[in-house]
T-cell receptor, first 111, second 112 residues
């Protein structure tokens, strides 16, 4: 599968590959992290979240990893499908504050 | 159940005109947020309402921007004397717990 060590604005994968999207967050005090998927012309849609007392959380076909030491967040998508093509944003906050969004990564899945 | 709704979905206006954008949050959500997304960019925080507390306006880019939330539910974002750089998608989100935020579809504003 494809992986990126640093944030890249675009990621192209083949259907069935595993995808890894990386994000560096900015605020050491953030205790909540979330990944959103945004399709063209739509608002961001929740994918998965994680709190700072965890370093890994799994959902359906998605896994989020949190490394607080280096302030790094990643989203892993297993068996990527064409319907996964979208822009993916990571975001961070402390409870009750606005989300701080990272730069998006455009995932393109070819069949 | 109904999600966050926004109206209008698209708004085209002339430079110098005022515009009002509306957000209907999910029923029962006490927190409401406005963000702006310029073409191909991430989301930029504008303003945040939590219950009856004074709103956090720290993200508003100028005094031409204002927002209100009536009765703890519907919110209106007003942009006075619009400029071309105000063209963007304006997104509203609501939250029950202050963490996960549910987004509406956005209002695409075009200032000619």
């Amino acid at each position: 599968g494809e992986s990126v060590g640093l944030h890249l604005p675009t990621l192209s994968v083949q259907e069935g590959d595993n995808s890894i999207i990386n994000c560096a967050y900015s605020n050491s005090a953030s205790d909540y992290f979330i990944w959103y998927k945004q399709e063209s012309g739509k608002g961001p849609q929740f994918i998965i979240d994680i709190r700072s007392n965890m370093d890994k959380r799994q959902g359906q076909r998605v896994t989020v990893l949190l490394n607080k030491t280096v302030k790094h967040l990643s989203l892993q998508i297993a068996a990527t499908q064409p319907g996964d093509s979208a822009v993916y944003f990571c975001a961070e906050n402390q409870a009750g504050t606005a989300l701080i969004f990272g730069k998006g990564t455009t995932l393109s899945v070819s069949s | 159940g109904a999600g966050v709704s926004q109206s209008p979905s698209n708004k085209v206006t002339e430079k110098g005109k005022d515009v009002e954008l509306r957000c209907d949050p999910i029923s029962g959500h006490t927190a409401l947020y406005w963000y702006r997304q310029s073409l191909g960019q991430g989301l930029e925080f504008l303003i945040y309402f939590q219950g009856n507390s004074a709103p956090d306006k720290s993200g508003l880019p100028s005094d031409r921007f204002s927002a209100e939330r009536t009765g703890g539910s519907v919110s209106t974002l007003t942009i006075q004397r619009t400029q071309q750089e105000d063209s963007a998608v304006y997104l509203c989100a609501s939250s029950l717990d202050g963490n996960e935020q549910f987004f509406g579809p956005g209002t695409r504003l075009t200032v000619l």
